[in-house]
Each structure stands twice: as structure tokens, then as C-alpha cells.
């Protein structure tokens, strides 16, 4: 509840007089701090998980945490600090999460720090398939050009199908002249 209201102090001293505090409270604290956009919190709870597999998993979590509920600044910290920017949330990474909410400076910053472009969630989308379903076109550019190109799209997708890839004109040329298309 502290970390959620911002009273780092209060963190700050709990966190200090307890040698006891296990890892999983102060990562509960950390990912509450993170949806709540408590950035200050955040800094003064990181100290304290000192192995790292245990800072990796608990600022994981709270990026999860902060990315759906939009806290940028939140998740640069935690990205920071060691976050996975391929942490997941019943089976979305936050690059889904932030494409499906059109948050393109947590796109963004995800891709800065090398989000996997080609995850697909339990239903079969990807972060792309999740952008362009939602319509955010600048989204949809951005994952594009971090994919390497411009493939055509078709935007009339069904919901079971998601984005179909068309063939190049070149292609489709060498097709019809009885040629391989590869």
C-alpha cells in the first residue's frame, strides 16, 4: 500500500529496520509501485533485491505491471534496472499489451530495448496483428520498420486469420510467368 501511494520514505525505513523482508513482498511493493506510476517508489525498492535471477523476476512483473497501465516512465526505470522486455502477462508480452493499447512511446521503448517481434499470444496474434486490429497505423510503421521492411498488408483481416501478408508485385509477376516466387 505504501509503494502504491508514494511514500518512499515509509518504504524506505520499512525495508531498512526488517532484514527478514523475503524477496516476494518487496516484489509485490515493486509491482504495485509500477501500476500506480510511483516512479520514485520504484527507485527506492530496487536497492533492496540484490540477487539477480529474484531482481530479474520481480522487475519483470512490475513491468508487466506498469506497461498496462501505461506508465512510460515506469517502465524505462524498470527496463533499466533489468526488466525482460519480453516479460509476459497471461501470454502477452507487454509488446502486445502496449501495441493492443496503441501506446506507441512503450512500443517504442520496448523495441529499444529489443522486444521479440514475432511472439504470438494463446489466440495466435502477434504484436503486429494486435496493433492492426486496433488501427494504430503509426504503430503498425513502427513494428514494421523494426521488422526490416514494408511488407503489404492486407488490413481486412478476419479475427481468426489476423494480417495476411500479400505476395510483392515482383512476385506476383514471376508467378504468372511460371517462375519460383522465392
Same mark, same amino acid.
Given at each position: 500500500?505504501?509503494?502504491?501511494?508514494?511514500?518512499?520514505?515509509? =518504504? $524506505?525505513? *520499512?525495508l531498512?529496520?526488517?532484514?527478514a523482508?523475503? $524477496?516476494?513482498?518487496?516484489?509485490?511493493? *515493486?509491482?504495485?509501485?509500477?501500476? #500506480?506510476?510511483?516512479?520514485?517508489?520504484?527507485?527506492?525498492?530496487?536497492?533492496?533485491?540484490?540477487?539477480? /535471477?529474484? /531482481? $530479474?523476476s520481480?522487475?519483470?512483473?512490475?513491468?508487466?505491471?506498469?506497461?498496462?497501465?501505461?506508465?512510460?516512465?515506469?517502465?524505462?526505470?524498470?527496463?533499466a534496472?533489468?526488466? +525482460?522486455? +519480453?516479460?509476459?502477462?497471461?501470454?502477452?508480452?507487454?509488446?502486445?499489451?502496449?501495441?493492443?493499447?496503441?501506446?506507441?512511446?512503450?512500443?517504442?521503448?520496448?523495441?529499444?530495448?529489443?522486444? /521479440?517481434? #514475432?511472439?504470438?499470444?494463446?489466440?495466435?496474434?502477434?504484436?503486429?496483428?494486435?496493433?492492426s486490429?486496433?488501427?494504430?497505423?503509426? =504503430?503498425?510503421?513502427?513494428?514494421?520498420?523494426?521488422?526490416?521492411?514494408e511488407?503489404?498488408? +492486407?488490413?481486412s483481416?478476419?479475427?481468426?486469420?489476423?494480417?495476411?501478408?500479400?505476395?510483392?508485385?515482383?512476385?506476383?509477376?514471376?508467378?504468372?510467368?511460371? /517462375?519460383?516466387?522465392?
Open positions: 500500500a505504501a509503494a502504491a501511494a508514494g511514500a518512499t520514505s515509509v =518504504i $524506505a525505513g *520499512l531498512a529496520t526488517s532484514d523482508t523475503p $524477496a516476494a513482498v518487496i516484489a509485490e511493493a *515493486l509491482t504495485n509501485a509500477a501500476a #500506480y506510476g510511483q516512479v520514485e517508489s520504484l527507485r527506492a525498492l530496487l536497492p533492496f533485491i540484490t540477487v539477480v /535471477r529474484e /531482481r $530479474a520481480a522487475t519483470s512483473a512490475a513491468l508487466c505491471s506498469a506497461v498496462a497501465n501505461s506508465h512510460l516512465e515506469c517502465a524505462t526505470v524498470l527496463l534496472n533489468g526488466a +525482460d522486455a +519480453d516479460a509476459s502477462t497471461n501470454g502477452s508480452s507487454v509488446l502486445m499489451v502496449a501495441c493492443s493499447q496503441g501506446a506507441l512511446s512503450l512500443v517504442l521503448l520496448l523495441l529499444g530495448h529489443n522486444a /521479440r517481434l #514475432y511472439r504470438k499470444n494463446p489466440a495466435g496474434h502477434t504484436a503486429l496483428s494486435l496493433a486490429k486496433g488501427g494504430h497505423a503509426a =504503430i503498425v510503421h513502427e513494428l514494421l520498420s523494426a521488422a526490416g521492411g511488407p503489404q498488408l +492486407d488490413m483481416e478476419s479475427e481468426e486469420e489476423g494480417c495476411q501478408r500479400r505476395p510483392s508485385r515482383s512476385a506476383s509477376r514471376q508467378s504468372a510467368a511460371g /517462375r519460383p516466387s522465392g
